[in-house]
C-alpha cells in the first residue's frame, strides 16, 4: 500500500502532541520554569559589565548556578560575598519574589589574619550589616536580604533558605578550624539555615589528592576534594553531586605555592611580566564544585 507522505508528516505531528500531553503535568511544568529561569540568567549574565564578564571564562556563572539548582524567587544565603561579584548577579537574578542573604566571618575572625590593621576590621565589620545596601545598590527589584556572620543567624532565617553557596569561601575557614573551630561552625550555621530540602553549592581552589599534606589546611587557598565532602558529611550533609565545570588541570601548584600567584590577584608577579604572563597562561585556580544536601 502506497502512504501519502503530506498526511504522514501531520500525523507524526499530532502523535508527538499527544506524546507531549500524556507527560505529567508536573514534569511539564517543571520543564517549563526550568527554561525560564535559564532565560532569565542568560539576561542578566548578558546585562553584567565588562569586567564581571571577563571573568566568565573562569568561574562559569551560568553553568555554575543551574549545577546549584539556584532559580528565581528562591531563598539564598551567599557565604562571605566580598566585592559582591556573585552577589550583584543573585541579586537580579533571584528578583522580587526572592531573598538574598550575606553571611560573613565573625567579628573576631578579621585579626586572626594578622595583616588587617583596626581601622580595616572596622570596616570589614561594619560591611557585614551594610550588606542590604549593597544589594539595594545592585537592583531597585526590592529582593529581601539580611547581613548577619556565622554566629548571629536571625532566628526570622532559620529554615527559611533554599541554598547555602561556598563560593571560595572555605579555605580561611578551614585555616583558622583548628584554633576557633571556624568551619566547624559555618557548617553547622549553613545547616541551620536550610529548609529540609535546602541545598549547599560549593565551589572552592582544590589541591590535588596526590600532593602532601603541607599547607593543605588552606592557609594556601587549597583544600583537597576528599577532605571537604568529609567535612561536610561531618557535619550533617550528603554529597549530591560533583561537576568538573570550574575545573583547571592548568593549575598544578606545588607545595609552595598559593593560590594568589593566579589571576586576577598575580601575587609576587606584579612587578615581573614574564611571571605574570606564565600566570595568565594558568588562569584562575582549578575548582571544585559540589552539591550537598542534610541529611
Known amino acids: 500500500m502506497r502512504i501519502n507522505k503530506l498526511i504522514v508528516v501531520p500525523l507524526l505531528g499530532f502523535l508527538v502532541a499527544c506524546a507531549a500531553s500524556s507527560v505529567p503535568d508536573e514534569a ?8 525560564e529561569a535559564a532565560t532569565k540568567l542568560a539576561q542578566v549574565l548578558a546585562q ?21 539548582k539556584v532559580t528565581p524567587g528562591m531563598s539564598v544565603a551567599e557565604a562571605l560575598p566580598g ?18 542573604h550575606g553571611v560573613n566571618y565573625n567579628d573576631d575572625m578579621w585579626a586572626r589574619f594578622g595583616f588587617f590593621n583596626e581601622e580595616a576590621i572596622k570596616g570589614r565589620i561594619a560591611s557585614t550589616t551594610q550588606f542590604p545596601e549593597k544589594v539595594a545598590g545592585f537592583t ?47 557548617l553547622a550555621a549553613a545547616h541551620q539555615l536550610l529548609k529540609a530540602d535546602g541545598l549547599v553549592g560549593v565551589v ?45 588541570p592548568k593549575d598544578q601548584p606545588g607545595e609552595a605555592d598559593i593560590v594568589w600567584r593566579l589571576p586576577p590577584s598575580f601575587n609576587g608577579s606584579r612587578d615581573n611580566p614574564e611571571q605574570m604572563a606564565k600566570m595568565k597562561a594558568i588562569g584562575e585556580s582549578d575548582r571544585m564544585t559540589l552539591l550537598f544536601k542534610k541529611k
Open 28 to 35: 511539564m511544568q517543571s520543564k517549563a520554569s526550568q527554561a
Open 48 to 68: 553584567a559589565d565588562e569586567k564581571t564578564q571577563a571573568r566568565f571564562q573562569y568561574r562559569r556563572p551560568a553553568e555554575t548556578l543551574a549545577f546549584f
Open 83 to 100: 566585592g559582591g561579584w556573585y552577589s550583584n548577579i543573585l541579586a537580579n537574578y533571584l528578583g522580587s519574589n526572592g531573598a538574598l
Open 204 to 248: 572552592q581552589h582544590r589541591l590535588p589528592e596526590t600532593a602532601t599534606n603541607k599547607g593543605a589546611d588552606g592557609s594556601r587557598g587549597y583544600l583537597k576534594q576528599s577532605y571537604l565532602i568529609s567535612a561536610f558529611e561531618k557535619a550533617g550533609f550528603e554529597l549530591v553531586a560533583s561537576s568538573e565545570i570550574n575545573a583547571n
Open 140 to 186: 531597585d527589584n526590592g529582593i529581601a536580604s539580611k547581613g548577619f556572620t556565622f554566629a548571629s543567624v536571625p532566628d526570622d532565617v532559620v529554615g527559611t533558605v533554599d541554598r547555602v553557596l561556598f563560593i571560595r569561601a572555605l579555605h580561611n575557614l578551614n585555616r583558622f578550624e583548628s584554633e576557633a573551630g571556624t568551619l566547624t561552625e559555618s
